[in-house]
């Protein structure tokens, strides 16, 4: 279920409700009783940031990774030449 805000113009009283789809918009503040109580538009609860499954997953093309990634039995030119870092 969602979570609306709403804000009293007469009082100033703010709160959140917890209210399915389907039920009717509150119009009575809580708080004084007036009927001017309104539902706020807000930004919703949780962004969608860094490079997780959204960012990487199910996005259209056919290419395959094969194709895109160098061939795995050409050696990979490293600076350490001796192989003394450990990367070998």
Do not use: N, V
């Given at each position: 279920m ?59 093309g ?27």
């Open positions: 969602p979570i609306y805000e709403y804000r009293c113009p007469d009082c100033g009283f703010q709160k959140e409700h917890l209210q399915k789809m389907s039920d009717e918009p509150l119009s009575t503040c809580p708080s004084c009783g007036a009927t001017g109580y309104a539902k706020l538009l807000s930004a919703a609860g949780f962004q969608l940031k860094g490079s997780g499954w959204y960012a990487t997953d199910f996005k259209g056919g290419a395959s990774s094969a194709s895109s990634s160098p061939s795995s039995s050409a050696p990979a030119a490293h600076s350490c030449s001796g192989g003394g870092c450990g990367c070998h």
